[in-house]
């Protein structure tokens, strides 16, 4: 059996935050872009009934 240490435990820890912000900065990039391309599409829609 291993025995990590408070050191490596504090790591193991500091690694899995960070890995879970990546995740979350990742997931609300790909929102938002899905937001922006749906508002052109409106804009789009839109425009096409002014022409």
Do not use: F, S
């Amino acid at each position: 059996m291993n025995i990590l240490t408070p050191t490596q435990l504090k790591t193991i820890a500091a690694e899995k935050t960070l890995i879970a912000r990546l995740v979350n900065i990742n997931k609300t990039k790909r929102r938002r872009a899905a937001e922006d391309q749906a508002e052109a599409k409106r804009q789009a829609v839109i425009d096409g009934v002014q022409l």
